[in-house]
């Protein structure tokens, strides 16, 4: 979703969907809610602060252009078979 240049709203459940999260709200891209918070109006409230905040949308926004910028796997790989061919 990162790709699509919009902030996300991450909503861990459990596992490592925790850390996940953290690291995509230092990055500034992204929110989270816990899920005990995990509320009908919270979750339209923190969206919509979410969608006004600029910094949010500017770093969701260098996120997917340095995605679109990444070279696809099938490059990676034909690089790597030159690499080691």
């Given at each position: ?79 790597l078979s030159?690499?080691?061919?």
């Open positions: 979703m990162f790709a699509v240049a919009v902030p996300q709203l991450l909503l861990p459940q459990g596992a490592d969907q925790f850390e996940h999260v953290a690291s995509g709200v230092t990055v500034a891209e992204g929110r989270s809610t816990m899920p005990e918070n995990d509320r009908g109006q919270t979750v339209v409230t923190v969206v919509e602060e979410l969608l006004g905040d600029s910094t949010a949308v500017g770093a969701a926004r260098y996120l997917a252009a340095e995605m679109a910028a990444a070279p696809d796997s099938a490059a990676v790989v034909g690089r030159e690499m080691h061919g």
